[in-house]
């Protein structure tokens, strides 16, 4: 079964400045995909970044970038420049790949990060 | 941009009653699902549905709970009786493929309340 770890319950940072988010999984799959998703207030999941595992290159969405370590089973996401608007939980989510993939997502148990002005 | 919309945004209802929560995925999408998250807790799978049936459910997902796609454009999950313990944010979301994991898009949310 596929586990996701995430270690920080909660991060501050003031604005401009940057942050990393911690992530690790666990998994035996060779073929997945890595997602981090941001809960703002308002509660709604909008994804962030996505990264397929079979990519050594790390992704990259203006802002956020990813440091993803296949062997070490860590993806870790870069907020840089933060803004106050990126206020919100973080979560990383874990999908298997390939057949008897179901589309079904493995999260991890957020982060909650505070942007400060 | 398309967006999955679920109804109602909040429900309160009574222990022991069946809920109906609602949600509308986007129009070309063929894979849908819903999750659950109790408050400030991590967001749990419970179910995902694929061509009129069920490709996968979580140990959560007990035969209180059914999905069902009536009419070709609604996709609802059922609760037959409700507990205490279903208090939660229920996320419904919707894919075109399941290919790279791309489209995956999630609707709102239903805040269903169990008093």
């Known amino acids: 079964a596929q586990t996701v770890t995430q270690s920080q319950p909660e991060m501050s940072v003031q604005e401009a400045e940057t942050v990393t988010l911690s992530c690790t999984y666990d998994?035996?799959?060779?073929?997945?995909?890595l997602f981090w998703y941001k809960q703002p207030p308002s509660r709604q999941m909008i994804l962030v970044i996505r990264q397929e595992a079979y990519k050594q290159q790390n992704a990259t969405e203006n802002r956020f970038s990813v440091n993803f370590q296949k062997a070490a089973k860590s993806f870790s996401l870069k907020i840089s420049d933060s803004q106050l608007g990126d206020t919100a939980m973080y979560f990383c989510a874990f999908m298997k790949g390939g057949s008897g993939n179901t589309g079904k997502l493995i999260f991890g148990q957020g982060t909650t990060l505070q942007v400060k002005p | 941009e398309p967006e999955v919309t679920q109804t109602p945004s909040h429900q309160v209802t009574q222990m022991g009653q069946e809920v109906i929560l609602r949600c509308v995925p986007i129009?070309?999408?063929?894979?849908f699902y819903w999750y659950r998250q109790i408050l400030g807790q991590k967001v749990e799978f419970l179910v995902s549905?694929?061509?009129?049936?069920?490709?996968?459910k979580s140990e959560i997902f007990d035969d209180q709970f059914s999905v069902e796609r009536p009419d070709g454009s609604n996709f609802t999950l059922k609760i037959r009786s409700t507990k205490l313990e279903d208090s939660a944010m229920y996320f419904c979301?919707?894919?075109?493929?399941?290919?790279?994991?791309?489209?995956?898009?999630f609707g709102s949310g239903t805040r269903l309340t169990v008093v």
């Open positions: 549905f694929y061509n009129n049936e069920i490709s996968e």
């Open positions: 979301a919707s894919s075109e493929l399941l290919y790279r994991g791309e489209g995956y898009t």
């Open positions: 129009s070309n999408h063929l894979y």
């Open positions: 998994t035996s799959e060779s073929n997945y995909y």
